[in-house]
């Protein structure tokens, strides 16, 4: 097959799409692939401070409220993701194998400095819902 140079960027985009998304395996930050996605959200600069980014999640009769979606973080910032359920449950950070016990009401941390580019998704893991995507770069 013949790939006109034209779509090599299209091309190049897609796949860096499909292997910077990374599946619930529990995939260590070493195996995570970046990513080429350039469509994102930045979140606003009063959420970063000095001492790195904060993002807050909530999820209360199985919907998330908060920083939702796609968040980027620029590489090298120190991250500190803190969620709140009203259900016992582990949230996980692919791509960096980071975890946290959530309990009831709560609040959880995780905490990581964002040194890996690419888009990694947090989920809840028994509930298997996703609560966000960081895109770092």
């Not at 619930?24 to 600069?45: L, M, N, R, V, Y």
């Not at 807050?56 to 910032?77: M, P």
């Not at 890996?116 to 893991?125: A, C, D, K, S, T």
Request: glycine residues 10%; contains cysteine; charged residues 20%.
């Amino acid at each position: 097959m013949t790939v006109r140079p034209a779509l090599l960027p299209a091309a190049l985009l897609a796949l860096g799409l499909a292997l910077g998304l990374t599946g619930c395996a529990g995939t260590k930050a070493s195996e995570a692939s970046a990513s080429g996605s350039s469509s994102s959200s930045p979140t606003d600069a009063a959420d970063r401070s000095a001492a790195g980014q904060r993002i807050e999640v909530q999820v209360a009769s199985g919907k998330v409220t908060g920083d939702t979606g796609r968040i980027a973080v620029a590489a090298g910032t120190h991250v500190t993701l803190v969620i709140t359920s009203d259900v016992a449950d582990e949230a996980h950070l692919h791509g960096y194998d980071e975890e946290a016990e959530l309990t009831p009401g709560k609040p959880a941390e995780i905490a990581f400095d964002a040194t890996i580019p690419g888009v990694f998704e947090v989920e809840l893991h028994e509930a298997g819902t996703v609560l966000l995507s960081l895109q770092v770069g």
